[in-house]
């Protein structure tokens, strides 16, 4: 969504170019991936442009949109277009325009007594073009609002929808606009008195408007006597809170009793201070904390006369106290999501300043002696001793700001004396100090007398620059960038500061000068917002990011180093740093390189934007689950105003600098998206889909059996272990609104079972083009280069209801199955088991498909070809083993006879237990499985089997996998990291992996594909474990268009759980033409992580002298271009030196956005869970079995693909490509088909781990 502002007259149109206040949201619809012929719309002189407004007016009378070109009447009344009426008092009506004018326009309505203009600032916005249509949605009287929806022209279809489908959206918007309003008419009344409007600060100040909430207490009261009231209209309902201690419940009982501001403090100290173990709160308390001070600090919880008589310094006190707790918070705060250095910074400009001047015993004396002055009148003097005076000295609070903001407005009219006038001036600056809602530019006066000379430059260097800023009518994008360049310095140089610690002795002015440099640093950010939201602007009046396409690579400049800097203060901010620093980096190195015309340069900006987005939706999720619940919980309880509640977490990121990080990021993201040719959609299985579109989270089988016909589902969020015809035979396609990798699990059920699936990851595309198709009957149409969704045809329907029932009837048919049928089931596709009679491993070369499954098979064949391979066809194998099938049945029978009986009635059971059932009879099978171990010598074989010291992964082989017609791709677990010294641990990792084939979602999807329970059984493949370089999976024909001579690979840092799983981001995707070997670039790698073992970062520490790396961005390193070095050279070693080769797929998900976060996969008594916890404690403990978490932690290293080959260099791809490419020719020749492949590079030796048949 792309922003405009303009400041026009109201009334009649103004014919200057002012800027305008004004809203205009343009949304822009991309049409699906195309390749065509240039046709008229791109070369078209005009664009067309609908307006369309809704009211309802006297028979008789016209509407008409009025403007400056020639099309719109050129503001003559008398020849401008008139609407037509449509039901529901829709006006409509089109016109062309020319292409990147600036359009200014008002609408009106013509009656036999004349024009009726509407009210308020000319509407502008801008004509894109060519190849786009506008669609204009006006709200009557609403000028600062318009709304501007831009579609991409496409020769078949119309330039605009048909109105009818807009009818739900319009309405949408007609009740978001009616409260826009009632909020500006609420807002109105006050806005005068506001301290946080612009005339209340200093002209050098006025970049704090719009970062301090407005008043939204009682109007201002100038009185001749006192007239302050101790009356409460309150309410303190703590019936629907969280008992006691909780934060909540301290501030309601605490506010009951807390009339005035120096009570309400001491409310807010007992949660910040008081309460917290030693005096630190936690992010409950300081998120309960930052939106109680917020309210009483805006008047929305009212402050009134409490009785007593203390001065501001009682208040200063209190501020003091709180203020170091929240220092040593932000100190102490070691989550990588920084929660509690987001609010406490928060906090702490809800907080009087405890400065010398208000410590002192009668602080704040200016105004006694103003109210005191022969100069003025008498009923002004005596104003100011009731309003000001008297208050200040007995009853302090957020509304003697309000009343002076508001008084000294009445007194520089020019009526009273200049020293009167100046006096006055001062004690409101005083106040404002008091209040800290200083602005930036006298708090950095104010800490620069405690710098050294050099940094008195830099906060001389910043002011010179703001100084210069401030006397541009029109300053340039280059102006802002170079201005916020000079204020991130500041903040940095402010941080750097305050990040040395705050001691527990801290004098008094020490704390009170880290108390102006903490608040410099928030005002900072807040200015930094002001600067970005100007650039976006100033952006936009150049024609945003269409301006970008055709422009030189200087052009893009101003808009990157804009994003850069934003995200500086985003992790200046404490947000994820890593991150942040490794998204700089990548945006600094491909501004260096530009040329973002070329198609490659193109995506790999695109890559890196994506990753942007991430980074801030990261930051507003953060706020969205800290913030509205507690709001709602104690805005109701304290019965704050309805509207004060619905936008409270609003206004926290509309006046948050990642607001305009991610406008930024929306606009070089179209951009970089255009110039490469791709589309916001993302094809990943081809097909047609028809059936209600529904909007569900996750794909949830018990949700999807709500409903009673066929369905595409938009789906918010996936995690990859998905199942997809499990979920329910209603499901018909997908539409993914996060990326996903194409090879992923998830994409590969999708693909076998033919679910046509589209990946949709831009909100807005989402919000405009999908989201209002909600609750319809629509097509989607996958093709290897488009997706499209529409309303469906009768025939679509008819023939989709068909074919539904002959799916649901046969899904009857198998669902059907009482334990007393289960016998009458037909047989599924399970593959032939012969069970061995005792207890005994194979020898990997030894594995077939009957005794040990498919998946060791084909890894037995895998080690047979390699021996073999030679030239750019080689390829290594890791060492292996396996458990074959019938072991885990005699492991069974050694239980006592009671286990073996409910062993035998709960697998029964499972054969048609309904979904409510199945998850306790899924629990206790795998308890009780999980439960089981190996004997000694089988133990004994495994291990030797290996070399001494070396870690394994224990991995699945069933004969429910791996098949041609089921894959069963990621459906049961893997174990990684497991020592082979350590006998326990593998047989309790052998243990885990029999368990997975009782999991709720494994069940499911052998009875969706009509296996008997009783049919599956569970071998274990047990193969060495390496640490690759790179981890990739493989299709060796396309996986969308099937094409044999185009093979298909997603590449990923680390271990490759990164590309099966359902992580957010994107792998580097390779096309290879496997018969001239070209390598075409699809996608560029945007992990924010690569997973790897954890052990071997522990092994890689003590090799290097036991160095801690714990808190050490670790990446890997820089991949030179291909000469005539090795592919040893191109690609080196994730990890430190002294990491050895070894597996792949491990199954624990990477974490968070931080340097290096622990993941694991754990047993967990009846499940296998994800977690993290000590890798160490059971194989340093000298024996025994290893307990949940010790073992399978992984650890995510953040990514840096400015320094990765495979982004950097077309060599480095091209090289990697064609020796990928040739391997895939040699499996599908040996396995006699395509192949779906999972491998890795180590060092520069291509190892494939495993081998299926490709759907």
Request: glycine share 8%; net charge neutral.
């Amino acid at each position: 969504m792309l922003q405009q502002r303009s400041l026009l007259r109201a009334g009649r149109p103004a014919r200057s170019s002012q800027c305008s206040r004004g809203l205009v949201q343009h949304r822009i619809a991309r049409a699906p991936l195309q390749c065509h012929a240039k046709d008229k719309a791109e070369t078209a002189d005009t664009v067309p442009v609908r307006f369309r407004i809704r009211k309802k007016i006297e028979y008789g009378e016209r509407f008409k949109v009025v403007g400056n070109q020639a099309a719109l009447g050129s503001w003559d009344v008398s020849k401008a277009p008139e609407l037509k009426w449509h039901d529901g008092d829709l006006w409509a009506g089109s016109v062309e325009v020319p292409v990147g004018k600036d359009i200014e326009f008002k609408c009106v309505f013509i009656t036999s007594h004349g024009e009726n203009w509407e009210d308020g600032s000319n509407r502008k916005f801008k004509a894109l073009g060519p190849r786009y249509s506008l669609d204009i949605r006006c709200a009557w009287n609403s000028t600062r609002n318009t709304d501007v929806h831009a579609h991409e022209l496409k020769p078949s279809e119309p330039a605009f929808r048909e109105l009818a489908s807009l009818q739900s959206l319009d309405h949408a918007a007609a009740e978001a606009d009616a409260l826009a309003e009632r909020k500006d008419r609420e807002r109105a009344r006050s806005r005068q008195a506001s301290y946080s409007s612009m005339s209340s600060y200093s002209d050098s100040d006025s970049e704090l408007a719009g970062h301090v909430s407005a008043w939204q207490g009682r109007d201002v009261q100038f009185m001749r006597s006192n007239q302050h009231s101790n009356e409460r209209n309150g309410k303190w309902d703590t019936s629907g809170l969280p008992p006691a201690p909780h934060p909540l419940q301290t501030l309601v009982r605490g506010d009951e009793k807390a009339a005035n501001w120096l009570r309400k403090l001491e409310v807010a100290k007992a949660v910040l201070v008081d309460e917290p173990a030693r005096a630190r709160p936690g992010v409950e308390a300081l998120a309960a904390g930052f939106v109680y001070l917020q309210w009483v600090t805006t008047g929305a919880i009212p402050c009134v006369e409490g009785g007593g008589h203390y001065r501001p310094n009682h208040h200063a006190r209190l501020a003091q106290h709180i203020f170091r707790s929240l220092e040593w918070t932000i100190e102490d705060d070691r989550d990588p999501t920084r929660a509690a250095t987001l609010l406490a910074r928060k906090l702490s400009t809800r907080l009087p300043s405890f400065g010398e001047a208000f410590t002192q015993q009668v602080p704040l004396t200016r105004i006694r002696d103003i109210a005191h002055r022969n100069d003025i009148p008498s009923d002004l003097k005596q104003e100011i001793k009731h309003t000001l005076q008297n208050k200040l000295h007995r009853n302090a609070g957020p509304e003697d700001l309000v009343a002076a903001e508001a008084m000294l407005g009445r007194i520089t009219s020019g009526q009273y004396s200049g020293g009167f006038v100046s006096e006055f001036k001062i004690f409101v600056a005083e106040l404002r100090d008091f209040f800290n809602a200083a602005g930036l530019t006298d708090l950095l006066h104010a800490v620069k007398g405690a710098m050294n000379s050099e940094d008195q430059q830099v906060i001389d260097f910043f002011m010179g620059q703001k100084a210069a800023l401030d006397n541009k009518q029109n300053p340039s994008p280059e102006d802002l960038v170079a201005t916020c360049h000079a204020l991130t310095t500041v903040r940095a140089l402010l941080m750097g500061g305050l990040n040395s610690g705050l001691r527990n002795d801290a004098p008094d002015a020490a704390l009170a000068m880290r108390q102006r440099w903490r608040l410099a640093e928030v005002k900072a950010e807040d200015y930094a917002f002001v600067l970005l939201s100007r650039l976006d602007n100033a952006l936009e009046q150049q024609g945003g990011g269409a301006a970008l396409l055709n422009a030189h690579d200087l052009a893009w400049a101003p808009v990157l180093g804009g994003l850069v800097l934003g995200l500086r203060h985003l992790g200046l901010g404490g947000l994820a740093p890593a991150e942040a620093m490794a998204i700089e980096a990548e945006l600094t190195a491909w501004q260096k390189e530009g040329n973002f015309r070329d198609r490659d340069n193109a995506l790999r900006l695109k890559a890196t934007l994506e990753r942007m987005q991430r980074f801030t939706e990261s930051y507003l999720e953060l706020l969205l689950k800290l913030l509205p619940p507690v709001a709602e919980s104690l805005g109701q309880a304290l019965g704050v105003a309805p509207y004060a509640i619905q936008t409270f977490t609003e206004a926290e990121i509309r006046a948050n600098v990642v607001f305009q990080v991610s406008k930024l990021t929306t606009l070089l993201l179209r951009a970089s998206r255009t110039a490469a040719g791709s589309s916001s959609w993302d094809p990943l299985v081809a097909g047609t889909a028809v059936g209600k579109l529904v909007e569900l989270q996750e794909l949830d089988p018990s949700a999807l059996a709500t409903f009673d016909e066929p369905v595409v589902v938009l789906l918010r969020s996936a995690s990859g272990d998905e199942e997809v015809s499990a979920s329910g035979h209603q499901l018909q396609g997908v539409v993914l609104t996060q990326d996903l990798p194409h090879l992923s699990h998830l994409g590969v059920r999708a693909r076998q079972e033919r679910v046509p699936f589209a990946i949709l990851d831009d909100p807005a595309v989402a919000a405009s083009d999908v989201s209002p198709l909600l609750g319809q009957h629509i097509a989607l149409t996958v093709t290897p280069d488009s997706v499209s969704i529409a309303p469906a045809t009768r025939e679509q329907l008819a023939a989709a209801a068909a074919a539904a029932g002959d799916k649901a009837r046969a899904a009857a048919g198998g669902a059907q199955q009482p334990a007393a049928a289960a016998e009458a089931a037909a047989a599924g596709p399970a593959g032939d088991v012969s069970k061995v009679s005792s207890m005994r491993m194979l020898p990997l070369l030894d594995c077939m498909p009957t005794l040990a499954g498919a998946k060791a098979s084909s890894c037995a064949r895998l080690e047979q070809i390699s021996l073999e391979a030679k030239g750019p066809e080689a390829f290594q194998t890791p060492r292996g083993c396996c458990v074959p099938f019938g072991v885990m049945e005699l492991a069974l029978a050694g239980l006592p006879y009671e286990q073996q009986d409910r062993y035998k009635q709960l697998l029964a059971a499972s054969e048609g237990a309904g979904l409510s059932e199945l998850n306790g009879i899924s629990d206790e099978l795998q308890a009780l499985v999980g439960s089981l171990s190996l004997p000694d010598n089988l133990l004994k074989s495994l291990a030797g089997t290996f070399q001494p010291g070396s870690l394994l992964i224990c991995r699945s082989s069933a004969n429910v996998e791996d098949l041609a017609g089921m894959s069963g791709a990621g459906l049961y677990e893997s174990v990684p990291n497991v020592p082979s010294d350590r006998p326990a641990d593998i047989s309790a990792a052998v243990a885990a992996v029999w368990a997975s084939l009782f999991t709720r979602r494994a069940i499911l999807s052998r009875r969706a594909a009509g296996v008997r329970q009783s049919d599956a059984c569970m071998a274990v493949l047990v193969q060495e474990l390496l640490f690759p370089t790179y981890s990739f999976v493989l299709h060796t024909a396309s996986p969308l268009s099937g094409s044999p001579l185009a093979a298909e690979v997603e590449i990923a840092a680390g271990l490759g759980e990164t590309l099966a799983s359902g992580k957010r981001g994107s792998a580097w995707r390779l096309e290879i033409n496997k018969s001239t070997g070209e390598v075409k670039a699809l996608a560029f790698a945007n992990f924010s992580e690569a997973l790897l073992p954890a052990s071997a970062m522990r092994a890689a520490s003590a090799g290097n002298g036991g160095a801690k790396q714990e808190d050490e961005q670790e990446e890997l390193q820089e991949l030179p271009p291909i000469g005539s070095a090795s592919l040893a050279s191109m690609l080196a070693g994730v990890g430190p030196a002294g990491w050895r080769s070894g597996g792949l797929y491990s199954k624990a998900g990477a974490a968070g956005s931080s340097g290096s976060s622990a993941t694991g996969i754990s047993w967990s008594g009846s499940s296998l869970s994800s977690g993290s916890g000590s890798a160490t404690s059971s194989r340093d403990g000298g024996g025994g079995v290893a307990r949940a978490g010790e073992l399978y932690d992984c650890v995510g290293r953040t990514m840096d693909y400015s320094r990765h080959g495979l982004s950097k260099s077309s060599d480095v791809r091209q090289a990697l490509g064609r020796r990928i490419g040739a391997v895939a020719g040699l499996l599908e020749r040996q396995f006699g088909g395509a192949q779906d492949v999972e491998g890795c590079f180590v060092g520069d030796l291509l190892y494939v781990v495993q081998t299926r048949p490709q759907p």
